[in-house]
């Protein structure tokens, strides 16, 4: 019996693997179609850990799918055309209809939400609102927080106009002076303050932490966490590994983002946006799972989405979040 050199290395390396365990053939690598928004508080992990390769460590491979709104990220998921979704404040929304389950938060949206007026129309504090127009994007991170900031200041829904745009459009709505005031969310704060020197902040997202934090994250469909929960546990893992690094090297991550990611922003921009949200490491993280925080905060914005979009039935953050997946996987 006769064997060429090339069949005898192929033969040779097949049985060292074997002796070795062969992990990396063992487990192939998952394929997961992703949809995210294009904004720090969103994918800032998710292109950290790309590009510094913990996903692929942990035998994950993105393909990235770019989206406007958290909208239209979740009919996207549930109309099967991508397998999860990281997103802001709705992502206590669709779930809290029987669509989609959460596993996994990036981080508290502390500051990122604004609300901005022009003192020029009229409108120097809350009481000035009462009457007016207010641009915003209606169902997410900026309308949580502008109707809490309504609330707090002795207005209700009936009180303001609310003129409902794409962020985009909201923000021109604002500069052109169509409208006196715009909730919105970085970094359109950098648009805002360029272009109408005498805008005034009027508050922002942090003035209400914790009691009503807002907190965004990862979902996806009953049917895939069902299917992939090994899958969903290493994209834990390498988010996990890209979260705790982001942190521990503020500087050199941002500049790694902005230089492979963000070319557009500057990076002082960039670290504005940075400082606006809350992170923790995963270990900090750990004990918030374990005794209701998360769950807490995202029932909180449930229960706005419940009044606003008159959710019949909600499914409670209790049942739409699943932390066990995080608990089993990152250890204290």
């Not at 992703?34 to 969103?42: I, P, R």
């Not at 303001?160 to 794409?166: A, I, K, S, T």
């Not at 979902?219 to 069902?226: H, K």
Request: with cysteine; net charge positive.
């Amino acid at each position: 019996m006769s064997i060429d050199r090339r069949g005898f290395i192929k033969v040779g390396a097949a049985a060292g693997a074997l002796a070795l365990g062969a992990p990396a053939l063992a487990q192939s690598r998952a394929k997961v179609k992703l949809g995210y928004l294009h904004t720090l508080a969103v994918d800032g992990q998710i292109w950290t850990g790309i590009d510094r390769g913990t996903f692929a460590k942990h035998n994950v491979e993105f393909e990235p799918v770019q989206f406007t709104t958290g909208l239209e990220l979740f009919q996207a998921m549930i109309g099967g055309s991508i397998d999860m979704l990281a997103t802001g404040a709705v992502i206590s929304n669709f779930p809290a209809r029987g669509q989609g389950k959460m596993f996994l938060v990036n981080n508290v949206e502390f500051a990122t939400a604004q609300l901005w007026v022009r003192e020029d129309m009229g409108v120097k504090s809350f009481a000035d609102l009462k009457g007016k127009k207010i641009s915003t994007t209606t169902g997410t991170t900026a309308h949580v927080f502008l109707d809490t900031a309504l609330r707090a200041n002795g207005i209700g829904p009936g009180d303001v106009e609310l003129v409902n745009q794409r962020m985009s459009e909201a923000v021109t709505s604002f500069i052109s002076g169509a409208v006196p005031a715009v909730a919105l969310w970085v970094p359109f704060n950098i648009t805002v303050r360029q272009k109408v020197p005498g805008a005034k902040m009027l508050v922002d997202a942090s003035k209400y932490y914790p009691q009503a934090a807002i907190v965004g994250g990862w979902a996806t469909s009953d049917a895939y966490l069902a299917k992939n929960r090994a899958v969903c546990q290493n994209i834990i893992r390498g988010w996990s590994e890209a979260n705790d690094w982001i942190i521990a090297n503020p500087d050199a991550a941002l500049e790694a983002l902005q230089k492979k990611r963000y070319d557009q922003v500057p990076l002082a921009d960039l670290r504005e946006q940075f400082a606006a949200q809350k992170v923790f490491t995963s270990a900090q993280w750990r004990p918030m799972y374990a005794d209701g925080t998360v769950t807490k905060w995202l029932q909180q914005v449930t229960d706005f989405f419940v009044r606003f979009g008159k959710i019949e039935n909600p499914v409670p953050a209790s049942k739409y979040f699943d932390p066990s997946l995080f608990l089993e996987t990152v250890k204290g």
